[in-house]
């Protein structure tokens, strides 16, 4: 059964980090192409980062730029979303997501596998 699985949400202070995890259960991630998004309330869903993990280039929204860093482990089964520098409009609920793909990293239209999220909550 392919699975994806995210973890590592929570609730961290403004200036705060988090990372956030996306397992693999099923498959290897190799010649996919891994994305996180997320939704914050009434807002719509917003594409953050994606990595191609076979050559590992990466892509990142103009709103993360300089803060997040997205990354996989060596086993290719999991990646990763390091996130520094949090504002109270980062907060959202976080999905991974996967489809195969080779080439370099850019947000697909569609994507085949997802996550049921991880709810993220930047606050003092």
């Known amino acids: 059964q392919v699975e994806l699985v995210e973890s590592g949400g929570g609730l961290v202070q403004p200036g705060g980090s988090l990372r956030l995890s996306c397992a693999a259960s099923?498959?290897?991630?190799?010649?996919?192409?891994v994305a996180w998004f997320r939704q914050a309330p009434g807002k719509e869903r917003e594409g953050v980062s994606c990595?191609?993990?076979?050559?590992?280039?990466?892509y990142y929204s103009d709103s993360v730029k300089g803060r997040f860093t997205i990354s996989k482990d060596n086993a290719e089964t999991t990646v990763y979303l390091q996130m520094n520098s949090l504002k109270p409009e980062d907060t959202a609920v976080y999905y991974c997501?996967?489809?195969?793909?080779?080439?370099?990293?850019?947000?697909?239209?569609?994507?085949?596998?997802w996550g049921q999220g991880t709810q993220v909550t930047v606050s003092s």
């Open positions: 990595i191609t993990v076979s050559d590992g280039t990466t």
């Open positions: 997501a996967a489809k195969a793909w080779v080439g370099a990293a850019v947000l697909l239209d569609e994507y085949d596998y």
């Open positions: 099923g498959f290897t991630l190799h010649y996919y192409n």
